[in-house]
C-alpha cells in the first residue's frame, strides 16, 4: 500500500471527535509502548498531550540515545547547480526569477570537496535545482564519482527520479536520501506549484518508497508545513 493510500484514509477523518476522546491517561500508556501504531502518533497530536510533551522528549532522547549512541551527526551541503524549471511560488529559485544560474564543472566540484574535506567533514548532501537538461541524473552521477574520493557518506536532495535512476545513484555510491514535501494536502499542493514537473503531486510523494525498493539505506522525510493543518488536513 502505498504512502498516498494512507492519506486518502485520512482525507475525511473527524480529527475534532477524535481528539476529544483522548485522554491524559491514554497520552501516558501510550508514551510506555514499544510500538506505536498510526493512531497512537495521532493521539500525541492531541490537545490532551499538551500536558506531556516533557515526558515526549525525555522518551525521544532515550531512545535516540538507544540506538545512535551520544553522536552529532554533521554534514556539509553543496549546490550543484541551481538550474530550475518549477514555478514553486515560495522558492527564490524558481524558473521565472531573475537570478545568475549556475552549475559546477567537475572540476569545481572536486576544488569544492578537497576544500570541505580538509575541514574533516566526511559527509556531504549535495543538491541541485530540477532541471534534466541542465542537471541530467548523469552528471549527478559523474559528481558522485568525484566525491567518493573524498567523502564516507554521500547523500542526495534532488528531484524526485524513477527507481532505475536511484539504483544507478546508490551504485554510483549514494547512501543516502533527503525530500522535501512541503504540504500533503493536494489542494494547497497545486497552489503551492502552478507549473513545472513538481506540481505532479503523486510522483513526488512516491519517490521515497521508489527510493526504498533499490536500497534500505538512510532516509529523510523533511516534512515543511505551514500549519499543523498541512499535515493533517482535518485540522484546517
Known amino acids: 500500500m502505498s504512502f498516498y493510500d494512507v492519506l486518502n484514509r485520512f482525507k475525511d477523518f473527524d480529527y475534532d471527535s477524535f481528539f476529544k476522546q483522548v485522554t491524559g491517561a491514554a497520552v ?14 495521532l493521539s500525541l497530536l492531541s490537545p490532551a498531550a499538551e500536558n506531556y510533551l516533557e515526558e515526549m522528549a525525555q522518551r525521544a532522547h532515550r531512545l535516540t540515545v538507544q540506538h545512535f549512541g551520544k553522536v552529532i551527526f554533521l554534514y556539509t551541503p553543496l549546490y550543484l547547480a541551481n538550474y530550475c524549471v518549477n514555478q514553486c511560488v515560495y522558492c527564490g529559485f ?15 566540484v572536486e576544488r569544492e570537496a578537497k576544500i570541505i574535506a580538509s575541514t574533516g567533514l566526511k559527509h ?18 559523474e559528481c558522485i564519482e568525484v566525491l567518493n574520493k573524498y567523502f564516507t557518506s554521500i547523500s542526495i536532495e534532488i528531484y524526485p527520479l524513477e527507481e532505475v535512476e536511484y539504483a544507478g545513484l546508490i551504485a554510483a555510491g549514494v547512501d543516502g536520501f533527503a525530500m522535501y514535501q512541503e ?13 513545472g514537473p513538481k506540481r505532479d503531486f503523486r510522483f513526488r510523494l512516491d519517490a521515497p518508497e521508489r527510493r526504498f525498493r533499490t536500497w534500505r539505506s538512510v532516509f529523510h522525510r523533511r516534512e515543511c508545513a505551514r500549519s499543523w493543518g498541512d499535515l493533517c488536513p482535518g485540522l484546517r
Do not use: C, F, W
Open 124 to 141: 556531504i548532501l549535495i543538491l541541485t535545482g530540477e532541471s534534466r537538461r541542465q542537471s541530467p541524473v548523469s552528471y549527478i552521477r
Open 183 to 195: 504540504v500533503y494536502d493536494e489542494e494547497i499542493y497545486a497552489e503551492l506549484h502552478p507549473a
Open 28 to 41: 501516558q500508556k501510550i508514551i510506555a509502548k514499544n510500538r506505536l501504531s498510526d493512531m497512537d502518533y
Open 94 to 108: 524558481r524558473a521565472d526569477n531573475q537570478l545568475e544560474r549556475k552549475k559546477l564543472t567537475l572540476a569545481e
